[in-house]
């Protein structure tokens, strides 16, 4: 359903590369920064989404291409921010977050860096 962006993080591990003026988050500065917040930006393939992080593990979104959408979220003890969209093997992914201001940076395994997306306090108002 909503494979395009599960594809786009699906190779996602820790790295040690960050975009530009981008500082490494901690497991502490992602659960005070995500936790009960939203981020939206675009995938590599131009399509924008808005995703609501619960403080209970799931993900409410909404894309362009796709509409409404669901999934979950975990953090791993080695740094890493995890997405879970459906049971496929390219349905989630872990990213590596890093931050500067509102900017969220997601790297991936291979060192490469996804579009940036931006940190919206609360529901967002798009998925209210």
Known sequence: MRTFFAIAISTFIPVHAFAGDMRPMSIDDMKA?????SMSGETETG??????YTPDGHIVG????AGKYEGTWSFRQDGLMCFRYGDGVFDGGCVRLSRDGDRI?????????????TLIEGMAPQLK
């Not at 940076?105 to 997306?117: C, K």
Request: hydrophobic content about 30%.
């Open 62 to 65: 909404l894309s362009k291409a």
């Open 105 to 117: 940076g997601l790297t991936r395994v291979d060192g490469s860096v996804e579009p940036t997306a």
């Open 47 to 52: 399509d924008g989404y808005t995703e609501h």
């Open 33 to 37: 920064a995500i936790i009960g917040n």
